[in-house]
């Protein structure tokens, strides 16, 4: 996800570290950088203009100039404005308290994902101990109806249908069912169209009117760049709507519409959809976003996956030692197996700092995984403690066991190597210490 807007600002962000003096001409040539990646990511016009001045008039101030680290002082205000254009913090849910029912709102264009993303969300709740109803009420689209009731299964929530036959008296009817049978979470979804009309505007503001929900989510496709930002707007103007899920993010490698849908609409993206299954949602926070972007990965996501996954005294000790940033290859080689219990490899290397989409791309798969485990294998436990000592014929050694090339084994040394580095500089930042920190403790 948003790989080339990664992979652009990565540069610039190298090119800015460990520098020990910025000029204006530094300053100038990093600002038409940002500038390129903002527009080639598809990002709104007005947007990247804010974003551009913004950057540039506080880099250009004392606090950069006289700084004792300039360079990390610039990207710290890259990062800053990056946070504030996605939205500043993490947005959550207007629900109400367990014993009274929330009615949720689900809007979207056709093809969207709005009906996936209504059974995602459900399941979402479900897991934070609520008692949710799903209501079919897109009755425009052929089946429609039936991949809910489908959804709604998998996930182990009920679909109410009813008698009615239209949208309106069947959501009414809805809230009714899910007042008399205590669901504290009611979820509504609704038609779709193949673009904005009249008629899509007209049937769900008499919906909204009708059962006064407390949150009105729209579903952008983030595919879309700057085209799901007019969507947003025609759909808040019409409804108000309180908030966005941004589908298909993990396929978005642009990231316009991420960048763009707060500063335009004013509306926080609540939720990301990170894949086609029914888990595949994820609560949007803008620091961790931002964090990717610059290359500067997002361990609190990481750690949090691996919280999920792995007991809370394992959780503590990899806690530790990402503090520490101490790694050795014995640590390494109990995270690939962690890793194997989280999910794919891919994916979570993305949150990993100085990991670029190339280097993700072209160099990390399932198969990877398993030749860098054979490689850990293949060493004494000396040896993954303290990589000095493999000298050239203990390197060849290690390659005979593992069934690889000694390039291979050199390569595999020599990007851990950098990882350290890498984690090493992140855990210097005092202030995502204390986001770590403040994340891990829930």
């Known amino acids: 996800m948003l790989e080339r807007l990664q992979d652009s600002f990565a540069k610039i962000t190298k090119t800015l570290v460990g520098k020990s003096k910025i000029t204006d001409k530094n300053i100038e040539e990093a600002i038409e950088e940002i500038k390129s990646a903002l527009l080639e990511a598809d990002v709104n016009l007005r947007v990247a203009r804010r974003f551009i001045n913004a950057t540039a008039e506080e880099a250009r101030g004392e606090k950069v100039l006289k700084a004792i680290d300039p360079g990390q002082q610039f990207v710290k205000i890259i990062y800053d404005k990056m946070v504030h254009l996605l939205g500043d913090e993490r947005s959550e849910l207007a629900l109400r308290g367990p014993d009274v029912t929330s009615t949720i709102l689900f809007l979207g264009l056709q093809g969207s994902g709005k009906t996936t993303n209504a059974a995602k969300l459900a399941l979402h709740l479900k897991n934070q101990g609520r008692r949710v109803l799903l209501c079919a009420a897109d009755l425009s689209r052929p089946a429609a109806v039936k991949q809910l009731e489908i959804l709604g299964e998998q996930v182990g929530v009920p679909v109410f249908t009813g008698e009615h036959q239209d949208p309106i008296s069947r959501a009414k009817a809805a809230v009714q069912e899910a007042k008399k049978h205590q669901y504290n979470v009611l979820i509504i979804d609704t038609a779709g169209r193949m673009q904005v009309d009249t008629d899509l505007m007209t049937e769900i503001k008499a919906i909204s009117d009708a059962v006064n929900p407390d949150e009105k989510i729209l579903v952008a496709d983030a595919m879309l760049g700057q085209n799901a930002v007019d969507v947003a707007k025609s759909f808040d103007e019409a409804v108000e709507i309180t908030g966005f899920i941004l589908s298909k993010f993990d396929s978005d490698t642009r ?20 894949g086609e299954k029914v888990e595949a949602l994820e609560i949007f926070h803008p620091e961790r976003i931002a964090s990717r972007i610059l290359g500067m990965g997002d361990i609190v996501s990481l750690v949090e996956k691996a919280q999920e996954t792995v007991d809370e005294e394992e959780a503590r000790r990899m806690q530790q030692k990402l503090f520490s940033s101490d790694f050795s290859l014995e640590d390494y080689l ?11 490899a891919g994916e979570l290397a993305k949150l990993l700092p100085g990991v670029s989409a190339k280097d993700i791309e072209e160099k990390l798969d399932e ?55 890498q984690m090493k500089k992140v855990m210097k930042n005092k202030a995502y210490q204390a986001q770590l920190a403040k994340s891990l403790k829930g």
């Open 255 to 274: 990231g316009g519409a991420a960048l763009s849908l707060k500063s335009i609409t004013g509306k926080p993206i609540k939720f990301i959809g990170t």
């Open 367 to 421: 198969k990877q995984m398993v030749r860098e485990e054979a490689i850990i294998l293949s060493m004494t436990k000396k040896e993954r403690k303290n990589l000095l000592i493999l000298n050239p014929s203990r390197r060849k050694r290690v390659a005979k066991g593992a069934g690889v090339n000694v390039v291979e084994v050199n390569r595999f040394i020599n990007r851990f190597e950098k990882m350290k580095i």
């Open 334 to 344: 109990e995270q690939i197996r962690m890793v194997k219990k989280m999910g794919k």
